[in-house]
């Protein structure tokens, strides 16, 4: 199958302009929408489009969804390889709610997977969704995102995006684990707890009277 084909039959070159402005990516954008690319990966499998070039954006988003398709043990082998070559928070932030191997793994992959991923921003960033997808309350996850040196941004947005869901399942858990970040990541999560629709007035009325 020539997946570039397929592929550039499907883009819209519009939709790669709007795309390539948010997705702040290095890669080579065709503009193949996110639906046609996940029905696209249904018909595909991880080694019809491992040896396809990642310098295009919508291969290496294929071979994350293709990825995620497989077994917990394959896809703890395959995570170093596919997530190395992410350079934006689409990649992460689509691929990591498809990997349903890792919601049937939670207890070992907090763990397992904190191993592979506690290194680069987008590694980092993969680890805090799956946290937040899957087992945003379990207290040994917790404990490894505490461990997550920070500072970078796109590390930063995961965990105030993490902080944010937590004040939707658990307001005063929500609070209390914000105090262990910095005034960066605290500002972030207030301000998604704020745009958030699932926290009452009273809990908004909370979150602006913080002062940081």
Known sequence: ME???ELNGMADSGYAVFHSKIANTKKRILGVRMPLLRKFSNKISYEDVKNESVDV????????????KLSYERLKELIPR???TFDSWAFVDCVVP?????KKNVDIAIDEL????NTTEFFKRFYIVFVMDFCPQNKLA???ILKIKTGEYYVDMA??????VLFTLDFELGLKYMQNF???IKKMAIRKGLDSFRLTKEQKSCLRSIKI
């Open 98 to 102: 498809s990997c349903k191997s890792l």
């Open 142 to 144: 917790m404990e490894k």
């Open 159 to 164: 965990i105030a995006w993490y902080i944010s």
């Open 3 to 5: 997946i570039l084909q």
């Open 182 to 184: 910095s005034q960066t």
């Open 114 to 117: 904190f191993e592979l991923c």
């Open 57 to 68: 954006y919508e291969i290496v988003m294929l071979q994350g969804l293709t990825m995620a």
């Open 82 to 84: 596919v997530v190395k």
